[in-house]
């Protein structure tokens, strides 16, 4: 069991080693990564940009046969 943390914060170089210090020492902390970047991503990432997109989208008028359908292994489809 994990929980996954993705921070995306505008910060100063002091405060950037404190962070890393306090995950580093931190004993429920098993792994961390800090990237840092030149200026501020503010896009959404492409999996937020499809989840919208699957949000907004009207229901098709067959309703849950299409994903039924989609869905089912090629094989049965034929028989």
Known sequence: KA???CLNIEC?????SELETGFRFNDAVLRHLVVNMSEA?????????EEKARSVAP???EGGAEAETRDAPADAEAS
Do not use: E
Not at 41 to 49: A, D, G, I, L, N
């Open 59 to 61: 229901p098709s008028a």
């Open 3 to 5: 929980h996954y943390l």
């Open 12 to 16: 100063g170089q002091d405060v950037l």
């Open 41 to 49: 991503v503010t896009t959404p990432s492409p999996m937020m940009k």
